[in-house]
């Protein structure tokens, strides 16, 4: 059984920064392609980022490049999102998904987790 937990998300005012975290168990992690969505109330579930098995590969959507960056240890079985230059639009549920080998940015996921609040005050 595939478990992911998403750690790290607060409350935080504009031009802040915050580094979530992702932790995988019940998984060969480095096997998994991992990413991060984010949805806000009313809206839907939006690709954020993605990295591939070894992190050699990263994607992110237009709206976050150059702010934010992902990362993984796979040693440590864990994903990172680190967020800078945080704005108010980027208030969402941030959650932690895998997918086995393969890189998409769409939810096409096979595992996700319970996700984890981020609020951007102006």
């Known amino acids: 059984q595939v478990q992911l937990v998403e750690s790290g998300g607060g409350l935080v005012q504009a031009g802040d920064s915050l580094r979530l975290s992702c932790a995988a168990s019940g998984v060969t992690f480095s096997r998994y392609a991992m990413a991060w969505f984010r949805q806000a109330p009313g809206k839907a579930r939006d690709f954020v980022a993605a990295i591939s098995l070894s992190g050699g590969n990263t994607y992110y959507a237009d709206s976050v490049k150059g702010r934010f960056t992902i990362s993984r240890d796979n040693a440590k079985n864990t994903v990172y999102l680190q967020m800078n230059s945080l704005k108010p639009e980027d208030t969402a549920v941030y959650y932690c998904?895998?997918?086995?080998?393969?890189?998409?940015?769409?939810?096409?996921?096979?595992?996700w987790g319970q996700g984890t609040q981020v609020t951007v005050s102006s």
């Open positions: 998904a895998a997918n086995w080998l393969v890189v998409v940015t769409t939810t096409e996921y096979s595992y």
